[in-house]
Structures are given as C-alpha cells and as structure tokens.
C-alpha cells in the first residue's frame, strides 16, 4: 500500500480500524433514537440538557483512573471489557423500547452505565493505537481514526434517523447492540497480544499523580486540551437538535438524522484531505485558525432558518474540528512516552468529552430562558474570542510546527 494510508498496512491496525467504525456507527444510530425518544417522553431542553450531565459526570470521575489502568494492564483485553459493558448498556435500551416501558430514567441510567465504560475505554483505545503502527505512520494512523470516526458519525445519525422517523428505534438498538460484539471479536483477533505499557505500570493514586505533573508540565499539550475544552464547552449544541429540527427548521426525526449527520459529514471530508493530502507544516496557526472558523460556523447555524444553510454551517463546523483534532492528537501521542500515554489520554478525554457535554448542560439552561438558537449564537461568538487570546497569550503555541513536534519526539525516544 502506497500514499498517505501506509498505517493501513498493519493488520492489527486494520482489525481495530475496522470494529471502531463498525461500533461507531451504531453508536450514533443509538444516540439519535436515544435523544429523540427522551424528547418526546419530556419536550424539555432542560432534560435534554441534563442527558449531557449524565454523559459528562461518570467521564470527570472516572477517566483518570481510567488512564490509570491503560497504562498498567492489556490495553486489548480492557477494550473487551468496556465494549462489553457498553453493548450490555445498549441490550438494556433495547429490551426496555420492546417492551414498550421505555422511561427518561432509564435513558439516563443507561447513559451513564455506557459513560463510566467510555472513562477506561477511549485511554485504552488512545495508547494502543500507537501500539498497532509504526512511529513513523502514527500521524497517518491518527488521521484515518478521525476520518473513520467521522464517516460513521455520518452514516450512523442518518441510518439512525431514517430507521427512527420509520417507528424502528427498536432495529437501532438491536443494531447497536451487535456493532458492539463485531467490535469485541475483531479485537480478539488481533495477532499481537503483548499490547500493555513497555514499562509496565501500577494503579495507583501516585500514577494517577504522575499523569497530571506530566500534563501540568508540558504547556503545548496542556494549552491544546484547555483550548479543546472552552471550544467544545461554548459550541456545545447537539442536544438542542431536537428543538431546532422540530420548532426552528421543522425538519422532523428524519432532518433530525440530517442535522446530526452534517457536522460529521464536514469532518469526514476534512479527515479524508490530511489522510491522502499534503501534510500540515504550521501547525499552530492552523490550530488557532480552526478555533475561529468553528466558532462562526456555530454562530451562523444557531442564526439560520433554513435547513441547507443549517447544514452548510455544521459541515464547516466538522471540517475546522476534524483539523484541530489531528493537529492536537498528534501533537500529544508524539511528545507522550508511550508509559503514559493512557493517562494522557484519559485527561485529554476529560476536556474532550467533559466540554461538550458540558456545554450542553449549558445551552439547555440558556434556551430555557433565552431560546435555542440564541443560546447556540452566543456559545459561537464567545468562541471566537479564544484564538484571539490564544495567540496573545500562547506565542510557543503560535509558533509551533510539525518539525518541533518531530524533533522533540525524537529527543523524548532517544
């Protein structure tokens, strides 16, 4: 295999890429019969809202335990473990939709079983992708997992909505359900099993600590999360979906796929130009560029009324995150050793998924008051104050290039 999908040439990496997509398009399937179903049980921002604390909550307590444990035990055998949990949370959202007892505390006990699973999954999944490639390949590597990702965030909300729109929320969570046990065989059969930390590691609270002196230590990684989170947490909107689609667009469930399906939509596209295009030299420009280009996309969605601008805006929204978020993760994986990495990646993981969710909590609380798509305008122009006083205040940020990163790697493995 030639080109920029070289890390394709792995077989392991083939397996993990595969099952991740696989399990991600159920997954979002999932989460727009989720959302909808809640939507219709209350017609309440406020409990739309509250699902994100539910999905933010167990993240915050557990991933850096969850780090913790990436870094000491078989990365493999921990993502067998979490997948299961989560396909168990999924059966349970099956069985209640089949028996017609579907109820909102079950949506968010079901949510927060799958969240406390996602707090040791996604360290695990951080540190072993490194793992499956060679040094050289991992940047490659990063960006086909964004692009893969992103592709099932469209075909999952989309499928999802179709299914949803058609009375079939039951078809998704069976879906969901088995995307899960797809995921779990194929990471069984990868070959190469010796998938835990070269220097092994322990759980402990002084690991825990090591993690966090190690984040606190490195302002380049440190000012990318912080930076990650203030966007995620203004931009935060998607569970306002429902609102926009029913009383802003009048879309119903079937726009509702559409509109969950165009954020992703620009992302996929984004992640498939770093994976076979020219690579990005100036990376800290770019990166601050990003933040303001995902900004007004979020603006001029909460503004329109209409559904192809609706769309437009998101899909740029996507494409500006999906280059941020190559630019960060590779950033991150190459100035980490890969003892730890898990750690690293569980608190990147906290401002990751913490800011969203988050943010969602929040712009629930601000439409009650203030109006969906007020509270979407003012998340967008806030964010874009953030690059303004990121490069005043983050010049190393500023200036930072691939080379350096290159470099500095290269001192780290020497």
Not at 205 to 213: D, F, I
Not at 350 to 370: D, R, S, T, Y
Request: with cysteine.
């Amino acid at each position: 295999m030639t080109g920029r999908l070289v890390s394709l040439e792995s077989r392991d990496f083939r397996l993990y890429y595969t099952g991740q997509i696989v399990s991600n398009v159920g997954t979002h399937m999932q989460q727009v019969a989720l959302t909808w179903q809640l939507y219709l049980l209350t017609h309440s921002p406020l409990a739309l809202g509250l699902l994100g604390a539910f999905k933010a909550l167990p993240v915050l307590v557990f991933a850096l335990g969850g780090g913790v444990v990436a870094d000491a035990v078989d990365r493999r055998k921990l993502m067998i473990a979490t997948q299961g949990t989560m396909a168990l949370a999924s059966a349970t959202l099956l069985v209640a939709t089949w028996m017609g007892a579907m109820a909102p505390w079950l949506i968010y006990a079901a949510t927060a079983l799958a969240a406390v699973a996602l707090a040791f999954d996604r360290p695990a999944a951080g540190a072993l992708v490194p793992r499956l490639v060679p040094r050289e390949h991992l940047s490659n590597a990063l960006s086909l997992n964004v692009m893969g990702w992103q592709a099932a965030a469209v075909a999952g909300p989309a499928i999802g909505g179709m299914l949803v729109g058609a009375g079939a929320s039951l078809a998704v969570y069976a879906f969901d359900v088995v995307s899960f046990l797809a995921y779990i065989g194929m990471l069984l059969a990868i070959r190469n099993p010796a998938l835990a930390p070269e220097g092994g590691g322990s759980v402990s609270l002084r690991a825990a600590l090591e993690g966090l002196r190690f984040i606190a230590g490195n302002r380049l990684i440190l000012s990318t999360m912080v930076l990650d989170f203030l966007a995620m947490f203004l931009g935060g909107a998607l569970l306002l979906m429902p609102i926009f689609a029913d009383q802003v667009l009048h879309v119903g469930a079937q726009g509702l796929g559409l509109l969950y399906g165009a954020q992703p939509a620009g992302a996929a596209l984004a992640g498939a130009y770093l994976a076979v295009g020219p690579k990005l030299r100036r990376h800290g420009e770019v990166f601050l560029w990003t933040l303001a280009i995902y900004g007004a996309a979020i603006a001029a969605f909460g503004a329109s009324t209409w559904l192809p601008l609706s769309l437009l805006a998101l899909a740029i929204s996507g494409a500006a995150d999906t280059v941020s978020t190559v630019i960060r993760a590779t950033l991150r994986q190459l100035l980490t050793p890969d003892e730890m990495r898990g750690r690293m990646t569980s608190v990147g993981m906290i401002f990751f998924i913490g800011g969203p969710q988050l943010g969602e909590v929040e712009a629930g609380v601000v439409a009650k008051f203030f109006g969906a798509p007020l509270s979407v305008i003012s998340g967008g122009v806030a964010c874009l104050l953030l690059p303004v006083l990121a490069a005043l205040l983050l010049p190393e940020l500023r200036r930072y290039t691939e080379e350096e990163a290159l470099q500095r790697a290269a001192a780290l493995a020497a």
